[in-house]
Each structure stands twice: as structure tokens, then as C-alpha cells.
């Protein structure tokens, strides 16, 4: 009974790793007979203007023919809205017979732009699961997926062409541009969402009421048909499923903004000399992530010096960081669709000092441990108990803790010391897929983060003063990979005390 987040993924790996590359370039999946052959779209030729995001025309030197977005071609989302309508299959099959024969609807709703202040937008980001189905960028738009018994009929929904507004807000890609880009044969303009959705009178919906993406779509078009209908189930613990393993081509792009990303690091420690504000360092970042290719940075980095790397969301980003204090940088960017999460800590002024060297080879000794465990079968909680039990043995080590401690009192204290769990799942979005348990057993192409830490305030009595307000946390991206250890995406992020010695160092 596929039930959950942990039970819909244990179905989703046996549709997933069913799924071969045959000789012949088909994708085939033996365990639903989903077969989708590149080429096998009919190719349109993509208007020859501006659309709404780049296309082959505008951005040769970013899309490929064939690619709806850099690295993702009108296939792989092809296949990815045949998996999730395997994945609704299997679930209407468990629900009985007249589950199973319903008529299916999905609806997947685009983010609307938001406001900053009256007529001035904030940049736009889409959501990302409505991205990861269709790879259309531009807001105010819909997903619908249909079918008897499976829902693998795609309908795009999207703004229609309006001089007026195109004039402010730039061009849109309008039906045409927006068939031939996405290879989605059917696509209505926005305004007909409603009256679609109503026509094709599905039995069972699929939809997320709670925290809908898009509010005014949801009102004017979706909850009318809601009213009308049927309880929808719940969509997205489906989708995360899937957006969790990542694809050859999804991890190739992680790939890219982990080099990223850990170039920019490289270039910031260089950066060390005596007193830094931590605002040049926060510019010097992004300057570095951007200009070597990436987006935008995945979040507002963390970018603490001395005691302020002991609040483990600080983002001020504003003080001086003084010679002889450490600054940790949490960091990441996003690169066409996915993002990286690093974070690295070192002392300001390029050389770690005997307190420094001790706390920071103890938790790089604990990352690398952990790393060690990243493997398909084990949990990120087991990893995260596995952390805590190696942290309360450097506290013992380090004499935060009294050796005779009992083991149960030194994970308590690990706790204290360490008051986060030990890593996440990534891909589109930095905490990605929420939906998933980090229960369950790890899946070769799962992205995830491992990022020890200690964190030991200037105000606490309790430990050796030469520690007080040092807080150094250390973090990879890692993919799961069936065979040969771990691929670490940020392995260029100088990490040993002699690299990161060493970087500090280039001017």
C-alpha cells in the first residue's frame, strides 16, 4: 500500500530503476511499459523572436535544439510526466477497480511574480515542481495531466501574447513558443484553465489545496472544479518522490554549480588579511558565483565571523571580522534549475591558530566519517546518529567533556554542541523535496548535504577558554552512487588546513 513519502519512494525506485537507456536511444521503463524515444516528438520549429525564457534562437551559447532548459531536453520532461503518471496509476490500482478506471486530472500551478512594492517586482523563481514537469519559466501558468486509468495527456497552460504588457515586462512566449519550446502539443492561454479542467470531468483529482502555488488561479480556476468534485489527493509527496533521484543530466548541472560555488570559495579565502568586513566578503561571493555562470546565489548566504558563527542562520552580514577570528561562509548558487549548498570555515587573517587547528580538525575528522557512510541503503538519520556519537567522542578528546562521561550524557551533549542534523536532501531547491522521510534507506541518485559542526559560545563557562566563541561547521554535496563511493560536488572547496592555509594565502 503505497501510503507515505517513505512507501511511494520504495515504488518510485522500482520505477526508476527499471528505467534502461536502450541501445537505440529509447528510455524505456520495464516495470509500466513507459517508452519515450527522442526524437519521437513532433518537432516544432521554434518561433525566430524572443520568448519568455532563452530557446535555441535567442540563447545558441545556453540551449540546445531539443533542450526546454540548458542541459534538459523536451524528453527527459517527457519521461518525467510519464513517471508521475505511473506513480498515480499504482496508487489508483490500490485504491480498487473504480479507482483504477476513473478519469485522472493533475493540476500543477506555476508560481505568480510577487511584488516587493507596489509596481516593483522581485525577481521571479518558479516552482519547482511545476519547472521539474514542463520546464516552462514564466509565471501565471498550469500543468494539467489526464487520462482513464493513467493521467499521461499533457495540457500547458500560459499567458497569452499582450503588446501592452510585453512592452514592461519583457516577452512572452504566447502558445506557439511555448509548444515548440516544451515539445507539449496541447497549450491554451491562461484564461481557459477553468473551462478546460471542467470539460474534462475527472472522477479523481490530484492537486495540493494546502499552501496553493498560485492563489488567483487557484481561486478563479481550480476551486470552482474543487467545489464541484470530488476530496483531490495529494499530489506533491508523488512528485518529490521523483524529483529525489536525479537523472545523468540533473546530476551533470549539480555538478556544475558545486565547481562553481567552490571556486568562489577559493577566490574569497583569498580575501584574508587582517580585519575583512564580512559585506566584502558576502559581494566578493556573489561576484564570483555570477561571473563564473551561475544564476544567483541558492539563498542569502550565512557569513559569520568569530562568535556570530555560533547563530546558525545568521545573515546580517554586516560586522567586522577581526584578525585572528575564524568566518564561517554558508554558501551556495543556483545554476539552471539547481543549486549548491556549501559551507566552509576558516581564520580571517589565512593561518589557523592551535585552538583553531584542534576544533577544526575534529569536525573535519567527523565529515569525513560521515561521508564515508554515504552509500545506497543507509539513512541521512543514521548518518545523523552516527555524527553525533563521533562528536561526543572529539568533546571527550577535545576536554569540552570529562572523559569518564557516559556515552548517553556525550550525545546529549552533542546535541548541545551541534543542534542541527547532519545533512539534507538537495537538487532544485536547497532543503529539497521536504516531503521525503530522512528515514529512508538512500537511493543511488540522491543528492544529499553532510555538514558536521560545533558551535561553542563566548559566554560558556564550561569549557576551556581558549574555545569560547569558535563555531566551524563543514559541508559537501554529495550523490548517492550505486557503486564507488560517493560523488562529492564540492570537492574543489579547499577543505584540509593545508588547502585552505594555502588558498588564503593567493593574492
Not at 83 to 91: D, N, P, T
Amino acid at each position: 500500500n503505497v501510503t507515505g513519502p517513505k512507501s511511494l519512494t520504495n515504488f518510485n525506485t522500482c520505477v526508476y530503476s527499471l528505467c534502461v537507456f536502450l541501445s537505440v536511444g529509447c528510455i524505456w521503463c520495464l516495470c509500466r511499459n513507459i517508452s519515450v524515444k527522442p526524437g519521437g516528438l513532433k518537432p516544432k520549429t521554434v518561433p525566430p523572436r524572443y520568448l519568455g525564457q532563452p530557446s535555441p534562437f535567442t540563447h545558441p551559447h545556453l540551449i540546445k535544439h531539443g533542450e526546454v532548459t540548458p542541459g534538459l531536453s523536451q524528453t527527459e520532461y517527457e519521461f518525467r510526466r510519464h513517471r508521475l503518471a505511473s506513480l498515480i496509476e499504482a496508487q489508483a490500482e490500490r485504491l480498487g477497480p473504480s479507482a483504477s478506471s476513473s478519469t485522472h486530472v493533475a493540476i500543477i500551478l506555476s508560481h505568480p511574480t510577487r511584488y516587493m512594492t507596489n509596481d516593483i517586482p522581485y525577481p521571479f523563481h518558479q516552482n519547482q515542481d511545476f519547472l521539474y514537469l514542463s520546464g516552462f519559466l514564466e509565471p501565471d501558468s498550469a500543468l494539467v495531466l489526464h487520462g482513464k486509468g493513467r493521467p499521461d495527456q499533457a495540457i500547458l497552460f500560459v499567458p497569452r501574447r499582450d503588446p501592452g504588457r510585453e512592452l514592461w515586462d519583457g516577452p512572452r512566449s504566447g502558445k506557439d513558443g511555448a509548444a515548440a519550446l516544451t515539445g507539449i502539443e496541447r497549450v491554451h492561454s491562461i484564461e481557459e484553465l477553468g473551462a478546460v479542467l471542467k470539460s474534462l470531468k475527472g472522477t479523481m483529482l490530484w492537486y495540493d489545496t494546502s499552501q496553493p502555488a498560485h492563489p488567483r488561479l487557484h481561486q478563479a480556476h481550480v476551486c470552482p472544479v474543487l467545489e464541484a468534485g470530488p476530496t483531490p489527493r495529494t499530489l506533491r509527496p508523488l512528485i518529490h518522490s521523483l524529483r529525489a533521484l536525479k537523472s545523468s543530466a540533473e546530476v551533470a548541472l549539480m555538478q556544475e554549480a558545486g565547481r562553481i560555488t567552490a571556486q568562489a570559495f577559493r577566490r574569497t579565502m583569498a580575501l584574508s588579511q587582517g580585519d575583512v568586513d564580512e559585506a566584502v566578503l558576502f559581494a566578493k561571493f556573489d561576484f564570483e558565483n555570477r561571473i563564473h555562470g551561475a544564476n544567483f546565489l541558492a539563498y542569502p548566504p550565512v557569513i559569520a565571523g568569530g562568535n556570530r558563527a555560533n547563530t546558525l542562520h545568521y545573515i546580517n552580514n554586516n560586522q567586522i571580522i577581526k584578525d585572528g577570528e575564524m568566518v564561517l561562509l554558508d554558501g551556495g548558487c543556483e545554476y539552471f534549475g539547481y543549486v549548491s549548498d556549501i559551507t566552509r570555515t576558516w581564520p580571517i587573517n589565512g593561518k589557523f591558530s592551535p585552538a583553531q587547528t584542534e576544533l577544526y580538525e575534529s569536525v573535519l575528522e567527523v565529515q569525513r566519517s560521515c561521508l564515508s557512510l554515504c552509500s545506497p541503503g543507509v539513512s541521512l538519520d543514521h548518518i545523523y546518529s552516527t555524527m553525533l556519537a563521533l562528536l561526543g567522542r572529539q568533546l571527550k578528546r577535545l576536554g569540552i567533556l570529562e572523559a569518564s562521561t557516559s556515552d548517553a550524557e556525550a550525545l546529549k551533549a552533542a546535541r548541545r554542541y551541534c543542534p542541527h542534523h547532519v545533512g539534507h536532501y538537495l537538487g532544485m531547491d536547497v532543503h529539497d523535496t521536504p516531503e521525503l522521510s530522512r528515514s529512508q534507506p538512500l537511493q543511488p541518485g540522491m543528492a544529499i548535504t553532510i555538514e558536521p559542526g560545533l558551535y561553542i559560545c563566548e559566554d560558556n563557562d564550561q569549557v576551556p577558554k581558549h574555545f569560547r566563541g569558535l563555531g566551524v561547521r563543514i559541508e559537501d554535496d554529495v550523490v548517492i552512487r550505486e557503486k564507488g563511493g560517493p560523488l562529492i560536488l564540492s570537492s574543489d572547496a579547499p577543505k584540509t588546513i593545508a588547502d585552505v592555509e594555502r588558498a588564503c594565502a593567493q593574492r
